[in-house]
């Protein structure tokens, strides 16, 4: 185990199966993370302590979930598997379908997730952090890959 | 700073009825800042005080006795922390929910603690103080947030 994390938490990841990719912060967390938006925290928290999109309920129920993500152009899709021409993200939800854990897809096909306050890892299932803590990963959203701005035409 | 007024003296002047009795009255209930001026709710004609009281506020030994019970609960709180991204989860920790519990007195130390490190203790700080400095832009930027509530200690003596 490469992070600081309880590993209780995440029984099947293991040394083969994720890379750490940087240092722990509270900065941001998942739901930001898989935004891209990593000035701040997402969460639809009670006491509105953190950012939460307009107009979007603050539940913790996935519909609000999936809300929250169309506000930056992302519609639900069928399955995990990387498409060409998307950036792809997926929620994670316990047994009362209560959501968990948001992780967004790497362009080679594996995921990248911030785990609460601790370290961002690459893994390359969503199944590896399935699991008592975050449930199962249950909804797929995609959006159209944004143009690289920084890579020009030789 | 946890507060006790000096005000043994001054207490029949302010609660001359039967809260005079009680001549080692703390204001921390009341949530007075360390330097407060108090109006006395009764009128110099039935034995109030005839000016408002500029009362001077010190820590009690008993309030910075809650030091080491701080201390231990957000050591635990701390260490058992699992990898969830959602502050509600966090807060609901026993530990946490004692911190809470302290009520004014935990004020000094969580804003000291947030000055040592960012954290998620905007929960505790707007339970127990019915505040909320922070603007709405700020949301989720926790240097922002953390700056916001440290400002606010400071204007009312809970925090260098």
């Known amino acids: 185990m490469s992070g600081s994390w309880p590993p209780e938490d995440f029984p099947d990841l293991n040394e083969s199966n994720h890379n750490k990719t940087s240092e722990a912060t509270v900065e941001c967390n998942c739901l930001s993370w898989a935004a891209d938006d990593v000035s701040r925290r997402w969460e639809p928290d009670p006491m509105h302590d953190y950012y939460w999109p307009p107009d979007v309920p603050r539940e913790m129920k996935m519909e609000a979930f999936i809300q929250a993500y169309r506000t930056i152009g992302y519609e639900v899709c069928d399955t995990p598997e990387p498409q060409a021409g998307f950036e792809k993200i997926a929620l994670y939800a316990d047994a009362d379908n209560t959501p968990t854990h948001a992780a967004k897809q790497l362009p080679n096909g594996h995921w990248s997730s911030k785990l609460g306050d601790f370290e961002d890892i690459e893994h390359a299932t969503l199944a590896c952090l399935e699991g008592p803590l975050y449930g199962k990963s249950k909804i797929y959203m995609k959006r159209r890959s944004r143009p690289n701005l920084f890579t020009f035409p030789v | ?160």
């Open chain 2, 1 to 160: 700073m946890l507060i006790r007024a000096e005000i043994a003296s001054l207490t029949s002047q302010l609660y001359p009825f039967d809260l005079q009795q009680n001549s080692s009255a703390t204001l921390r209930e009341w949530n007075v800042p360390p330097q407060s001026v108090i109006q006395s709710a009764f009128p110099p004609s039935t034995g109030g005080p005839s000016q408002p009281i500029v009362v001077s506020a010190k820590p009690l030994e008993h309030e910075m006795d809650v030091r080491p019970q701080f201390d231990e609960l957000c050591k635990k709180w701390k260490s058992e922390r699992h990898a969830t991204s959602f502050s509600s989860a966090m807060a609901m920790h026993p530990a946490y929910q004692r911190i809470i519990g302290m009520g004014n007195k935990a004020l000094p130390l969580i804003l000291t603690e947030l000055q040592k490190e960012l954290d998620h203790w905007f929960w505790a700080l707007k339970a127990i103080s019915g505040e909320d400095p922070v603007p709405s832009e700020c949301r989720g930027k926790m240097a922002e947030m953390a700056n916001a509530w440290l400002n606010w200690g400071r204007a009312r003596g809970y925090v260098r």
